[in-house]
């Protein structure tokens, strides 16, 4: 993504940590999966016009650049 964008030396004088999306969503499935299986299913659920099957959705999250995401809902694709 953008972590360029956000220079460790600038960001440590604010305390502050730049953390790929990739690894801050896999943080937060670590600590509770079920949360984010369940928010997935929802934001699936409401793509209505189109629809857009588990596969497909899972599929947009490698597009997007987070392929850890990605593998970790394709594990799980039949509760999304």
Wanted: a negative charge.
């Amino acid at each position: 993504m953008n972590l360029r964008d956000f220079p460790d030396d600038v960001l440590e004088e604010y305390e502050i940590l730049a953390v790929h999306p990739d690894d801050f969503i896999l943080d937060l499935a670590d600590l509770e999966p079920q949360v984010l299986e369940r928010v997935v299913k929802e934001q699936r659920a409401a793509l209505v016009r189109p629809p857009v099957d588990a596969a497909a959705f899972v599929a947009r999250f490698q597009m997007l650049g987070l392929p850890g995401v990605a593998a970790f809902l394709e594990e799980r694709i039949d509760l999304i």
